[in-house]
């Protein structure tokens, strides 16, 4: 990325490993980042739980997300936070800026 230019989205990638032992990746974008009021995640395929803290670890929003649902954050103050998506055992967490 050029000077000064941030990222439009984050990207997730949920590490799942199936009945039969094999491993798949599984793409999630949250956006847009910086957010103002509602995130977009897309590429979600299954129904998963999300945790939205602080960088210290203070949960601020948690719940159930299923495909295709976005999240309101439009009551968070502006900072930085910690976005975690997990899916079964599958978990990964990428930074979210609140404008």
Request: proline share 4%; net charge positive.
């Amino acid at each position: 990325m050029g000077k000064g230019r941030r990222s439009r989205f984050c990207a997730l990638f949920l590490l799942k490993v199936r009945s039969d032992g094999k491993r798949s990746e599984e793409s999630i974008i949250i956006a847009p980042n910086p957010v103002t009021d509602v995130v977009n995640v897309f590429g979600l395929e299954d129904d998963a739980t999300y945790r939205i803290t602080d960088f210290a670890g203070k949960q601020y929003l948690s719940g159930m997300i299923i495909p295709g649902q976005t999240l309101d954050v439009a009551d968070l103050k502006p900072g930085f936070y910690i976005v975690t998506i997990q899916n079964g055992a599958a978990t990964s967490s990428s930074k979210m800026v609140k404008k």
